[in-house]
Nanobody, 120 residues
Framework: QVQLVESGGGLVQAGGSLRLSCAASGITFSIADMAWYRQAPGKQRELVAAISSGGSTNYADSVKGRFTISSDNAKNTVYLQMNSLKPEDTAVYYC??????????????WGQGIQVTVSS
């Protein structure tokens, strides 16, 4: 069973920085596409940043230039470095992993979520 565990969230002042980590078990990052999503109260869950198994990245326009996604395949861990944080970044952040371990099996796994709160 795939397990994704987020850590590194908390409360930070506007303009500050925070780094989220997602440690995985039951999956190999080298063959998986990883992503961070977030959901604020009353809003749909949105994609924040993604990194493919080949290393390509993409970001939501609202975080481009401020956030950086990276991965460490040896540790099966993905990170989200968040700089210049704004109150509108406040949300629950979720780690996501997609993989195709065989021709007939595709997995789509989610972490439990971690709270990030940015105060003004």
């Amino acid at each position: 069973q795939v397990q994704l565990v987020e850590s590194g969230g908390g409360l930070v002042q506007a303009g500050g920085s925070l780094r989220l980590s997602c440690a995985a078990s039951g999956i190999t990052f080298s063959i998986a596409d990883m992503a961070w999503y977030r959901q604020a109260p009353g809003k749909q869950r949105e994609l924040v940043a993604a990194i493919s198994s080949g290393g390509s990245t993409n970001y939501a326009d609202s975080v481009k230039g401020r956030f950086t996604i990276s991965s460490d395949n040896a540790k099966n861990t993905v990170y989200l470095q968040m700089n210049s944080l704004k109150p509108e970044d406040t949300a629950v952040y979720y780690c996501n992993a997609k993989a195709k371990p065989s021709l007939s099996v595709t997995t789509n796994s989610w972490g439990q979520g971690i709270q990030v709160t940015v105060s003004s």
